[in-house]
T-cell receptor
Framework: AQSVTQPDIHITVSEGASLELRCNYSYGATPYLFWYVQSPGQGLQLLLKYFSGDTLVQGIKGFEAEFKRSQSSFNLRKPSVHWSDAAEYFCAVSGSARQLTFGSGTQLTVLP | DADVTQTPRNRITKTGKRIMLECSQTKGHDRMYWYRQDPGLGLRLIYYSFDVKDINKGEISDGYSVSRQAQAKFSLSLESAIPNQTALYFC?????????????FGEGSRLTVL
């Protein structure tokens, strides 16, 4: 069975600071990995995904994530956070059945 | 108009009542999903449908049923609502052709069961 752990429930950063959100997954083979963002009152939107190839993937809104097989991780990064990035972020994994399993989410607060 | 539309957006009901949440989409996708979101638990899959004749249970289907009336419509029913079904419910779609793993979500239906 596949699973995702997001160890940080809530992270607070100052505007302009760098950001890293952690994600660890469990799956027996090479997974498909995703990061979604949920703005207040909205559904989820795909930020980026990893299927194969280059382990550093670029997404929308200036986000990137790096797949590290040895650490079973897929951490999300942004070099300079904007106030509009305040939202909840979900990591997700999909295996051969192509069903997404979501992590519990990380709430990001951005201080002015 | 939104590509994935959920109705109602908010509903308060009482224990034992039957509730239906409706989802319609204009994306032309074959696959549709119902998820439930609870604080600290992320999103959990209730049911999914790969086409009109294909309905599958997800992780937490007990107490729920679904109907795929057409390619564009997928409804979630709570036959006898209970308080622990209070949650935010999301409908989503995906395109099987050239699987990208991207789900397209509605804006959610907030259900409160008293």
């Amino acid at each position: 069975a596949q699973s995702v752990t997001q160890p940080d429930i809530h992270i607070t950063v100052s505007e302009g600071a760098s950001l890293e959100l952690r994600c660890n997954y469990s799956y027996g083979a090479t997974p498909y990995l995703f990061w979604y963002v949920q703005s207040p009152g909205q559904g989820l939107q795909l930020l980026l995904k990893y299927f194969s190839g280059d382990t550093l993937v670029q997404g929308i809104k200036g986000f990137e994530a790096e797949f590290k097989r040895s650490q079973s991780s897929f951490n999300l990064r942004k070099p300079s956070v904007h106030w509009s990035d305040a939202a909840e972020y979900f990591c997700a994994v999909s295996g051969s059945a192509r069903q997404l399993t979501f992590g519990s989410g990380t709430q990001l607060t951005v201080l002015p | 108009d939104a590509d994935v539309t959920q109705t109602p957006r908010n509903r308060i009901t009482k224990t034992g009542k039957r509730i239906m949440l409706e989802c319609s989409q204009t994306k032309g996708h074959d696959r549709m999903y119902w998820y439930r979101q609870d604080p600290g638990l992320g999103l959990r899959l209730i049911y999914y449908s790969f086409d009109v004749k294909d309905i599958n249970k997800g992780e937490i289907s007990d107490g729920y049923s679904v109907s795929r009336q057409a390619q564009a419509k997928f409804s979630l029913s709570l036959e006898s609502a209970i308080p622990n079904q209070t949650a935010l419910y999301f409908c989503a779609t995906s395109d099987e052709q050239g699987y990208t793993g991207e789900l397209f979500f509605g804006e959610g239906s907030r259900l409160t069961v008293l």
